[in-house]
C-alpha cells in the first residue's frame, strides 16, 4: 500500500480529453507524439483518458479502423476511438453499424478541407440520419469549406503567403455559417450533435440558439482557444507563428474571453485540446505557402492546467465546475459515466490530486511531448496536478512518470444510445413541417 498526503489539495477525477489526434498522417507529414509518447503527456498533465479520431484509409472506415488499433497498441493508458466519415455510400453505412458494435460511439464529419476530408451536405444529412438510426453521436468540424478554399487561392494571388494567411482565410464568420448549418440540418433529422473545437463567438452564438430552442447540441471548446490570441501568426519569426497554425483558427482577442463565460454559464459543456502536433521542421514545409503549414498545436498535457487557470483561477469558475469541464460532461456525453468521471466505489479509480499552492510554468523544457514548440511557452499557472493514477496504478508522481511502458493501455468500448438519445423523439423539432 502506498500512502499519499493530500493534504491541502484537491482529489479530482482524472481528466477526460474528447479530441486528440496521435500517430495521425496529415497534409504530408505525421503528427510528432504517437499514442505512448502523447499519452505519457497525458499522464503527465493528469488526464487518464482520451479519445482519438481514427481517419479511413481510401474513405473505409474498417481499414481506418484496424490501422487505428495498430497504432495505438503503444498505449500507456485509456482510450477510445471516434471515427472520421469522409464520403457517403452503402458500405459506408454497413460499417458505421459493425463500428459501433465495436465500441464506437460517434462519427466526425468534416465540413471543411475541400477535396480531402470535406463531405457535401447531402452525405451529412445521410451521415446524421444513420447516426440517428444507430444511437451514435455525430460530430462536425464546422467551416465552410468551399469559401475557405476560395480565399486562400484570392490571398495568395495577392502575395499573402505567411501564417497570418491563414487567420485571414479562415474568418469567423465561416465558422458560425457552418455550425449554424449543422445545427439546423441536425434539428430537422432529429438527432443530438457535437460541435468540435468552437474557437468563435460566431459559433457559439449559433449553439447557444439551438440550446435555448431545446435542441441537444454540445459545444467543445478547446485550451487554446480560451488560453490565446492569433496575434502570434503574425509574429516575423515564421517557426513561432507557424506553431500557432490550426483550424478552426485561434481567433482575435475578443473570441477568448467570451468562449469563457459560455463555458461557465454551461453554453459551451467541455474542454478538449485537439492536439495534434507538428515540429517546427514539418511546419517550414509551408514557408512559402500558408495552405502547407500541417495544422495543429499542442495541449493533451497542458489542457488541465489551461483550464484551472482560466477558468478556476480566474474566478470564473469552482473547482466542481472544473471536474465537469474536463473530465465528467465527456464521460457522460460518451456514455461512460459513471465507470469515468467520478471518484466512487464502483468507478475506475482514475484520480489526480491537484495542489493549488504550486505555480508552474509551461513550455518545451517541462513538456513531455516531442514537440520542439510549446504554443503555451511561459505561461505561469498557480496550481499544479502533483499526482496522477490511473486504473488504481500511481503513474505520475512528485515530477516523474512511473512504470509508464507502451503496451499497458487499453481501449475502452463506449456503448451506443447515451444520454443525449433519452429524449429521441423531442429532437425532432421540425417533425410539423
Given amino acids: 500500500v502506498t500512502v499519499l498526503n493530500a493534504t491541502g489539495m484537491f482529489v479530482m477525477p482524472g481528466g477526460i480529453d474528447p479530441h486528440t489526434h496521435l500517430d495521425m498522417p496529415f497534409m504530408g507529414s ?30 473505409d472506415i474498417m481499414a481506418g479502423y484496424e490501422l487505428w488499433k495498430e497504432k495505438a497498441s503503444r498505449s500507456c493508458m485509456d482510450y477510445g476511438f471516434h471515427m472520421a466519415i469522409t464520403r457517403w455510400d452503402e458500405q459506408v453505412s454497413r460499417d458505421m453499424e459493425a ?22 451536405d447531402s452525405e451529412l444529412v445521410a451521415g446524421l440520419q444513420r447516426c440517428r438510426e444507430l444511437g451514435a453521436l455525430p460530430m462536425v468540424h464546422a467551416e465552410n469549406g468551399d469559401m475557405i478554399a476560395w480565399l486562400q487561392s484570392r490571398l495568395l494571388s495577392e502575395g499573402i503567403r505567411g501564417p497570418e494567411g491563414h487567420a ?28 468540435v473545437h468552437v474557437m468563435s463567438i460566431d459559433a ?36 513561432r507563428a507557424a506553431a500557432f497554425v490550426m483550424s478552426p483558427p485561434i481567433r ?94 464502483g468507478s475506475d479509480a482514475d484520480v489526480i490530486l491537484l495542489d493549488p499552492r504550486i505555480t508552474h510554468t509551461l513550455g518545451v523544457g517541462s513538456h513531455h511531448s516531442r514537440m520542439d514548440t510549446n504554443v503555451y511557452e511561459g505561461k505561469q499557472i498557480q496550481g499544479k496536478v502533483v499526482t496522477t493514477i490511473s486504473r488504481g ?41
Fill in 168 to 195: 485571414m482565410s479562415r474568418p469567423a464568420a465561416l465558422e458560425g455559417e457552418a455550425t449554424g448549418r449543422a445545427v439546423r440540418l441536425a434539428g430537422v433529422v432529429g438527432v443530438p450533435l457535437y460541435v
Fill in 30 to 59: 505525421v503528427t510528432a507524439d504517437d499514442f505512448f509518447s502523447g499519452q505519457a503527456a497525458a499522464l503527465a498533465g493528469g488526464t487518464t483518458m482520451h479519445i482519438d479520431f481514427a481517419l479511413p484509409v481510401n474513405h
Fill in 252 to 345: 482575435s482577442a475578443e473570441h477568448g474571453p467570451a468562449l469563457k463565460k459560455a463555458l461557465a454559464s454551461g453554453v459551451l459543456q467541455l474542454v478538449a485540446t485537439d492536439h495534434a502536433v507538428f515540429n517546427s521542421t514539418q511546419k517550414a514545409a509551408g514557408r512559402n505557402d500558408f495552405t502547407r503549414i500541417p495544422n495543429g498545436v499542442n495541449g493533451i498535457e497542458e489542457r488541465m492546467h489551461v483550464t484551472w487557470q482560466e477558468m478556476v483561477v480566474s474566478g470564473l469558475s469552482t473547482p466542481s465546475d472544473f471536474v465537469r469541464m474536463t473530465s465528467t460532461a465527456a464521460a457522460q456525453i460518451y456514455n461512460l459515466y459513471p465507470r469515468k468521471g467520478r471518484v466512487a466505489a
Fill in 393 to 433: 496504478r500511481l503513474v505520475w508522481h512528485n515530477g516523474q512518470l512511473l512504470g509508464v511502458r507502451p503496451g499497458t493501455g487499453r481501449f475502452v468500448p463506449m456503448p451506443p444510445f447515451g444520454p443525449l438519445f433519452e429524449v429521441r423523439e423531442a429532437q425532432h423539432l421540425y417533425r410539423r413541417v
Fill in 99 to 120: 463500428l459501433v458494435h465495436e465500441g464506437i460511439n460517434s462519427f466526425k464529419f468534416f465540413m471543411a478541407y475541400k477535396n480531402v476530408l470535406q463531405v457535401t
Fill in 204 to 239: 457559439m452564438e449559433e449553439i447557444a440558439r439551438a440550446r435555448r430552442a431545446g435542441q441537444r447540441v454540445v459545444g467543445e471548446p478547446v485550451s487554446s482557444g480560451l488560453a490565446l490570441d492569433e496575434s502570434p501568426m503574425w509574429d516575423t519569426n515564421f517557426t
